[in-house]
């Protein structure tokens, strides 16, 4: 745990890429393979399994110590994390060490044994004790650690193509390789690291997807590099990015998110089957009904379930839209030319013959100004922009510049007033950054109609802070009701109707486009322009 909990200190504590990456070979080099497998799981997000929730661990904090509650609220209100707050306290109740000791578990002794043996003890008070045994023999830093550990809410400023460097350049292996091996299942232990490090061939599962090849945003270098007759040019769908495996006569369909989501379609996986042996397609879910593609929050309302009943299959059609074919004949095309993949992805959708499983249309443009046009009508196709793709272009490993673009429509917007106010998490845990905007009623009321977090400026987020603490008329526990003064426009990717909320509406993506303080509570947007825009019609500007 000391050895990981300097690489936690190390990276938190950098903005350096280059200091990040050493920081990780250090690491690596000297650490047993169960802990480096472990550390690359964590750090990669692919496992991180909650023990205990964040409740559980405050109450056994609070009923061991006597620790009041207000006081831990109000504590709890200032910092905005519970792991962190628990540390914190820990220390300054002499509960944890000032240095590390001698005694050190490693981390896999920790993810493996002692960690999920905590959520074994039934005995509430043994329980609190066990705990708070740990805290004394760890210091500040190594608490925080644990307490994220066990609430399954580990995380720390470092990408996954990071982690996929830092073990590739010290092993001396590609980078597409370690990122292949680690997609799909991927298992702890000694055994799992050396097959992800060795330099031999290893035998990848049947069900093991490739790397998903990702798009960056369109930017002025695109538009500088663009001749039409050399990309590939498709919608781009608000849908469910997805791969399906059809191998050794079985059948899988994976996220972009590496999780196996073959149980949620019923309805496709009949259709996959008929693929040739030695197949994989990539492509995009969605509901497809009557021709017709359905908002995202109906594709959400088929997520996660273990039996999907018929009448769900029947209102809520799974569609798919086949993109590109990464394996044909069970041979990896991932480097031929997108344009023959294109034309055998073709040939295979085809030959399925069904009405919910399509090949992407194929757009074509003579200028810049014809892109830019055929964007702007991408929600009228039901899309929410373009794609571009080079068609000589192989199929990356994650995103590379140039390859791949994502040109999207501007977003929906609307004028909202601020309500509510949150203070946020980590180091913006003592700063309200957590808004909740409200649109006008019928009734000259205020209704809350979504939240968001991102899209001011450091300035910015410092002099609002200061208006909230000033302008707070009530509190519920860590949410602040300020005055209603003032506008922001928010910006959204998509608009549908909602039963869940008061507003009646629910936005994908909101997040704040401007500060409005050129506007009155007054001017801004009502719910009936939010139905102008949820019926097709955009505001007036």
Not at 108 to 122: D, F
Not at 215 to 236: G, L, Q, V, Y
Request: with cysteine; glycine share 6%.
């Amino acid at each position: 745990m000391k050895t990981f909990a300097k690489l936690f200190d190390e990276l938190d504590s950098t903005t350096s890429t280059n200091e990040k990456v050493d920081a990780l070979k250090k690491y690596f080099a000297v650490t047993d393979p169960e802990d480096s497998m472990w550390t690359i799981l964590l750090l990669t997000g692919r496992l991180s399994k909650r023990v205990l929730t964040s409740r559980t661990l405050s109450h056994l904090f609070l009923t061991s110590t006597n620790y009041p509650p207000w006081l831990f609220a109000e504590s709890y209100d200032h910092v905005g994390d519970t792991a962190e707050t628990l540390s914190l306290l820990a220390h300054s109740l002499n509960l944890c060490r000032e240095i590390s000791g001698t005694k050190d578990k490693s981390l896999a002794l920790w993810m493996e044994e002692e960690i999920p043996a905590l959520a074994q003890i039934e005995n509430e008070t043994e329980q609190a004790e066990r705990l708070l045994e740990w805290w004394r023999d760890l210091t500040y830093q190594e608490v925080f650690i644990l307490n994220k550990l066990i609430t399954g809410a580990f995380r720390v400023g470092v990408s996954e193509k990071l982690v996929i460097r830092a073990v590739a350049e010290i092993y001396e292996l590609p980078t597409d390789q370690i990122a292949h091996r680690l997609t799909g299942n991927i298992r702890t232990g000694k055994e799992a690291f050396q097959n992800l490090v060795s330099k031999e061939v290893t035998e990848i599962g049947f069900s093991q997807p490739y790397p998903f090849c990702l798009a960056h945003p369109w930017n002025e270098r695109s538009e500088r590099d663009f001749t039409p007759e050399r990309w590939c040019i498709e919608w781009k769908y608000d849908g469910i990015r997805a791969q399906v495996i059809r191998r050794e006569k079985q059948l899988w369909i994976w996220s972009r998110g590496e999780e196996q989501i073959t149980e949620s379609f019923p309805d496709l996986a009949p259709v996959f089957m008929r693929l040739p042996d030695g197949t994989v397609v990539d492509g995009e879910i969605l509901v497809y009904k009557e021709g017709s593609i359905l908002p995202f929050q109906e594709l959400q309302k088929r997520l996660g379930r273990k039996k999907v009943s018929a009448a769900v299959m029947s209102e809520r059609p799974a569609g798919f839209f086949a993109y590109d074919c990464l394996e044909y004949r069970g041979q990896d095309i991932r480097q031929k030319p997108l344009r023959e993949r294109k034309e055998i992805l073709k040939s295979l959708i085809e030959k399925l013959e069904h009405p919910q499983v399509r090949f992407s249309s194929l757009l074509s443009v003579e200028s810049l100004q014809d892109l830019e046009e055929l964007r702007h009508t991408a929600r009228e196709n039901e899309a929410e922009g373009l794609m571009l793709k080079l068609w000589e272009g192989v199929y990356s490993v994650g995103r590379k510049t140039g390859n791949w673009w994502k040109h999207k429509v501007d977003p929906l917007t609307l004028d909202a007033v601020l309500l509510y106010a949150q203070s946020g998490t980590g180091r913006r845990s003592n700063l309200y950054t957590d808004y909740t905007f409200a649109l006008w009623n019928e009734n000259r009321e205020l209704i809350p109609f979504a939240k968001a977090y991102s899209g001011l400026n450091q300035t910015e987020i410092d002099e609002l802070d200061a208006w909230i603490r000033r302008h707070t008329k009530e509190k519920f526990g860590p949410v602040r009701a300020v005055e209603p003064l003032h506008v922001f426009e928010i910006g959204f990717e998509g608009i549908s109707p909602s039963t869940r909320h008061k507003s009646g509406i629910a936005v994908r993506f909101p997040r704040i486009l401007r500060w409005r303080k050129d506007k009155k509570p007054e001017d801004a947007d009502t719910l009936e322009t939010a139905s102008e825009l949820l019926n097709g019609v955009r505001k007036d500007e």
